[in-house]
């Protein structure tokens, strides 16, 4: 199994500050084939699902603001915020999909300062 | 407008089952993958199981052997057959589905079914 480790925990920032979310995976992601990273980036708010915010590591949905930008490729990844705003308050999860099963990692609570 | 609804969540004794459902709308659960994602009270998601659109499934170590996902194609809808159950898969239980296309992200997810399973 790839196990996809997330760092920090949890971080506070302030408004229109940056946020940085680091994801590790413990096997590469990027199939050699198409040089894809299989790795997306969600968001969670309290009592609400998940929403996919970016796609093969750094391809943002559609409808996402573009303060939200993924990095990386291989094992290491990165989600920035470049600008937090109040509604970004959430917990941010990791997750390959390079293979089964498909792991996210323990998640990264962000808070505003 | 794509929308998941899941159903069947509740309060069981350890040792029971449950039949989650996943009614889908807005597209056809045939054209798709299927996924069934856990969250248990205060943690983080924990994927379990998949059927591919040739309906082979695929499960998570954790319920192998205990749970079973299934698809009817009349219904529209996506099931967890839960068997076994331990107080451990206390969790809120989402389905979910691969992006259409090239991508296998989950671009749609249901609001969630809780399941608590307690003596």
């Known amino acids: 199994d790839i196990v996809m480790t997330q760092s920090p925990d949890s971080l506070a920032v302030s408004l229109g500050e940056r946020a940085t979310i680091n994801c590790k995976s413990s096997q590469s992601v990027l199939y050699s084939s198409n040089n894809k990273n299989y790795l997306a980036w969600y968001q969670q708010k309290p009592g609400q699902p998940p929403k996919v915010l970016i796609y093969w590591a750094s391809t943002r949905e559609s409808g996402v603001p573009d303060r939200f930008s993924g990095s990386g490729s291989g094992t290491d990844f990165t989600l920035t915020i470049s600008s937090l705003q109040a509604e970004d308050a959430a917990v941010y999860y990791c997750q390959q999909y390079y293979s089964i099963p498909r792991t996210f990692g323990q998640g990264t609570k962000v808070e505003v300062k | 407008e794509v929308q998941l609804v899941e159903s069947g969540g509740g309060l069981i004794q350890p040792g029971g089952s449950l039949r989650l459902s996943c009614a889908a709308s807005g597209f056809s659960v045939r054209s798709d993958n299927m996924h069934w994602v856990r969250q248990a009270p205060g943690k983080g998601l924990e994927w379990l199981a998949l059927?591919?659109?040739?309906?082979?499934?695929q499960y998570a170590d954790s319920v192998k052997g205990r749970f079973t996902i299934s698809r009817d194609d009349s219904k529209n809808s996506a099931f967890l057959q839960m068997n076994s159950l331990r107080t451990e898969d206390t969790a809120v239980y989402y389905c979910a589905r691969d992006t259409p296309g090239l991508r296998d992200d989950f671009d749609s997810w249901g609001q969630g079914t809780l399941v608590t399973v307690s003596s």
């Open positions: 059927i591919y659109t040739d309906d082979r499934p």
